[in-house]
């Protein structure tokens, strides 16, 4: 398989491009295995890429399409290949670590349709239709609102312990001055098939962050699945860190 991509890229690669990350599946249905791979520029002496491009290589063909991502550059790009949209084909996921501090991606699902390959997913726009409120309130609580879809949690800050709280609270339990936090865009998105029959599921990751982004105070967990036409949210629910417990 990489012997047969290198010949592609022969005649049709471009500047320094080299070869990221490759796999195989049928991505259109006909039963014959077609490559897939990632091509790049990387930094000299870094771990960043530029310009990557997704690559199939379609076998009963023998062609290649190129396609061009949105957001091109960044760290450890994959692929994963697997059922997204329930057509018993395989669907392409691209993911693509940012750098950034906040540990964001860049993430696109790709699917065979009409006789090429379409973008059905760019977690960009999830970021931009989710939308969130966390505030901080009396007696050592956080509300957590969701738009998308619309939710409300409520965190217990309790267990941070009395050097923490003492910080921003006073000995009554009252905040000492309103507090807002914020919602971290995507920054892990693991494709699940929680149903266990061949199509599956996006679980998108964001960090709930407090005063500052290394004060993490929780997970919002998000479940898309595919509609027949776009990813829906299916559920959503919020993960807390646990209170560690002296062992006796």
């Known amino acids: 398989m990489?012997?047969?991509?290198l010949e592609h890229m022969q005649n049709s690669r471009n500047n320094n491009d080299?070869?990221?990350?490759?796999?195989?599946?049928?991505?259109?249905?006909?039963?014959?295995?077609?490559?897939?791979?990632?091509?790049g520029e990387k930094t000299e002496g870094s771990p960043f890429?530029?310009?990557?491009?997704?690559?199939?290589l379609y076998q009963h063909e023998n062609t290649l399409e190129r396609i061009y991502l949105n957001q091109n550059v960044g760290y450890n790009p994959t692929i994963s290949l697997?059922?997204?949209?329930?057509?018993q084909v395989d669907d392409i996921l691209v993911v693509i670590d940012t750098g950034g501090s906040g540990g964001t991606i860049y993430a696109f699902v790709f699917s065979f349709?009409?006789?090429?390959m379409q973008q059905v997913f760019d977690v960009e726009d999830f970021n931009e239709t989710s939308e969130f409120q966390v505030l901080y309130e009396?007696?050592?609580?956080?509300?957590?609102?969701?738009?998308?879809?619309?939710?409300?949690?409520?965190?217990?800050?309790?267990?941070k312990g009395e050097e923490y709280l003492s910080e921003i609270y006073d000995g009554n339990g009252i905040l000492k001055e309103p507090i807002e936090g914020w919602v971290d865009p995507v920054g892990g998105l693991y494709p699940i098939d929680f149903a266990r029959d061949g199509t599956?599921?996006?679980?998108?990751?964001?960090?709930?962050?407090?005063?500052?982004?290394?004060?993490?105070?929780?997970?919002?967990?998000?479940?898309?699945?595919?509609?027949?036409?776009?990813?829906?949210?299916?559920r959503q629910n919020v993960a807390i860190f646990g209170e560690n417990l002296s062992i006796k």
């Open 200 to 234: 599956y599921e996006l679980m998108a990751f964001q960090e709930i962050a407090g005063r500052y982004h290394a004060d993490a105070i929780g997970y919002v967990q998000t479940v898309l699945k595919w509609d027949g036409q776009k990813f829906i949210v299916e």
């Open 82 to 87: 697997g059922d997204f949209t329930g057509d």
């Open 113 to 116: 349709t009409d006789g090429s």
């Open 18 to 39: 080299e070869i990221i990350v490759y796999s195989r599946g049928d991505l259109t249905g006909n039963g014959f295995l077609d490559t897939v791979y990632l091509t």
């Open 2 to 5: 990489r012997k047969q991509v």
């Open 49 to 56: 890429w530029q310009n990557i491009t997704l690559n199939v």
């Open 138 to 159: 009396n007696y050592y609580k956080v509300k957590v609102i969701s738009s998308n879809p619309n939710k409300q949690y409520v965190l217990d800050l309790a267990y």
